[in-house]
């Protein structure tokens, strides 16, 4: 390499320099944006994509033309896969944060999450989207992994709940992108055509390639900088991204350089003696802490949030809408959390993340119970189905909007403050780690409960809520935050 060469990479590394410290705090927004974004949109791809009837026959799981799906375990199937990739990438991300650092992590991430979705993409049969939807959960799963720890690192204590639910709005931004283009789709060729789906599985590409040419920009956390001895680079970092090297900055480096030295790098060995109690070297219940992660992001999936966001067209075909107003409502229906997270963001310092938590599962109770009751009437009589759906539409919009005010940050937010600072990265990994499991065991029955339980399955969303209240209640004590 030349030295005009080195020079050049050197300048666009150290570019951040030249931010204003406002400037740089937005890049590291924009980025963790764009990161998360490309997560939502995955996660809400498959809804558009499933209602495609050219989709429905290359992977053979219902008829053509209409669409109809006749295989809701291979269906399930295809989703969930997804996210057995998502619990791999969440292990290699928390193992890649803590050894490369968050941003090459993130960029690494960003190389499988490309290669899935262009694969996914090209499907030619099931056995192929499979494979694909494998290798984008892996880099999802990284993403999700690191992302909350870089924003937790870089903002102040605080203020991280804030920082961290306005990020979180990428990722109802991403779900509703995803509906939205399928609703456009769905008029190309009467819905048939490939484009349809091939074209909505393709732009999950585009926030991963803006990742690859970007986020190498960024500079990384003084966490992970002073934690592999790179003092001076944390220090600079540090007082840039704050803005001042006051005293109250020169603190929270000494602090950072102090618990540096206690860090344990992530790994698989000291992942299972967390989970199994046997290291409480940096604080006391260790495993209590990450059990309570990993079920809390399992109760938060069988809130009923995944119904919702993976099969909104099936629930709205189920109110007796058309496939054009299906995909329209559920565009709408997903953008609706975009509103809720910026309340999330509002509230989140101000409640508390446990009261956040306890009322969002009353409301959450609430409108699934009522939803459950006006399918139901609409059951008994079907007269009445035609005049019902709008009301049990607005009792779906409602569980977005409550979901994505409470549960929807919350439940990422936790596991980056619970665990001491030297852990972060590994303990976010045990909360992406129950998302995955808990996401991937939804979508794979939710399908399934829907074909024979129909609407009814509301009213056990409902009743699981109900439950989760005082789960929260009695274990999710209040936690001192880490900073």
């Known amino acids: 390499m030349s030295k005009h060469s080195g020079s050049a990479k050197t300048g666009l590394r150290n570019a951040w320099k030249r931010l204003s410290p406002g400037q740089l705090n937005i890049a590291i927004q924009l980025f963790s944006l764009t990161s998360i974004f490309f997560e939502g949109y995955d996660q809400g791809v498959m809804g558009g994509v499933n209602a495609a009837p050219d989709y429905v026959?290359?992977?053979?799981?219902?008829?053509?033309?209409?669409?109809?799906?006749?295989?809701?375990?291979?269906?399930?199937?295809?989703?969930?896969?997804?996210?057995?990739?998502?619990?791999?990438?969440?292990?290699?991300?928390?193992?890649?944060?803590?050894?490369?650092?968050?941003?090459?992590?993130?960029?690494?991430?960003?190389?499988?999450?490309?290669?899935?979705?262009?694969?996914?993409?090209?499907?030619?049969?099931?056995?192929?989207?499979?494979?694909?939807?494998?290798?984008?959960?892996?880099?999802?799963?990284?993403?999700?992994?690191?992302?909350?720890?870089?924003?937790?690192?870089?903002?102040?204590?605080?203020?991280?709940?804030?920082?961290?639910?306005?990020?979180?709005?990428?990722?109802?931004?991403?779900?509703?992108?995803?509906?939205?283009?399928?609703?456009?789709?769905?008029?190309?060729?009467?819905?048939?055509?490939?484009?349809?789906?091939?074209?909505?599985?393709?732009?999950?590409?585009?926030?991963?390639?803006?990742?690859?040419?970007?986020?190498?920009?960024?500079?990384?956390?003084?966490?992970?900088?002073?934690?592999?001895?790179?003092?001076?680079?944390?220090?600079?970092?540090?007082?840039?991204?704050?803005?001042?090297?006051?005293?109250?900055?020169?603190r929270e480096y000494k602090e950072i350089c102090a618990v540096s030295q206690e860090a344990k790098r992530t790994s698989p060995v000291e992942f299972a003696k967390v989970l199994c109690g046997l290291d409480n070297s940096l604080a006391p219940h260790l495993g209590r802490r990450a059990w309570l992660c990993i079920w809390l992001q399992m109760m938060a999936s069988w809130t009923g949030i995944t119904a919702v966001t993976a099969y909104s067209p099936v629930l709205l075909s189920q109110a007796g809408y058309s496939a054009i107003k299906q995909n329209g409502l559920a565009g709408g229906l997903n953008t609706i959390g975009i509103v809720g997270t910026i309340i999330s963001a509002q509230i989140v310092d101000r409640l508390g993340r446990r009261k956040c938590l306890i009322w969002g599962a009353f409301g959450l109770f609430v409108v699934n119970l009522v939803a459950a009751a006006l399918y139901e009437a609409s059951r008994g009589n079907a007269a009445l189905a035609t005049s019902i759906a709008p009301a049990a539409v607005t009792m779906l919009f409602l569980f977005n909007l409550i979901y994505a005010s409470t549960w929807g940050t919350v439940a990422f937010l936790i596991p980056t403050e619970i665990f001491p600072p030297e852990m972060r990265a590994q303990g976010n990994g045990f909360g992406v780690s129950g998302w995955a499991l808990g996401v991937g065991w939804t979508v794979l029955i939710n399908p399934i409960m829907f074909a024979h339980l129909e609407s009814r399955t509301y009213f056990l969303f409902a009743g699981l809520n109900l439950l989760w209240m005082p789960i929260i209640f009695f274990f999710y004590q209040r936690q001192k935050i880490a900073a």
């Open 57 to 250: 026959r290359v992977v053979n799981i219902g008829q053509y033309p209409s669409g109809t799906v006749t295989n809701q375990t291979k269906q399930g199937g295809i989703i969930s896969i997804y996210y057995l990739g998502a619990l791999v990438g969440c292990f290699l991300g928390g193992w890649a944060a803590d050894r490369i650092g968050r941003i090459n992590g993130l960029f690494c991430a960003a190389i499988f999450a490309l290669v899935g979705g262009a694969l996914q993409a090209a499907t030619q049969s099931a056995t192929f989207i499979l494979l694909a939807r494998t290798l984008t959960g892996i880099g999802t799963g990284a993403l999700t992994g690191i992302t909350p720890v870089l924003i937790a690192e870089m903002s102040r204590a605080e203020h991280r709940g804030g920082f961290l639910g306005y990020v979180f709005i990428a990722n109802y931004l991403g779900i509703s992108v995803a509906y939205w283009l399928s609703f456009g789709l769905a008029f190309v060729d009467n819905g048939l055509s490939a484009v349809r789906w091939r074209f909505l599985l393709a732009f999950q590409c585009f926030p991963a390639i803006i990742l690859l040419c970007g986020i190498r920009l960024l500079p990384d956390s003084p966490r992970y900088l002073a934690s592999v001895g790179r003092y001076e680079e944390a220090k600079e970092v540090l007082e840039h991204v704050r803005g001042s090297d006051g005293e109250e900055v020169q």
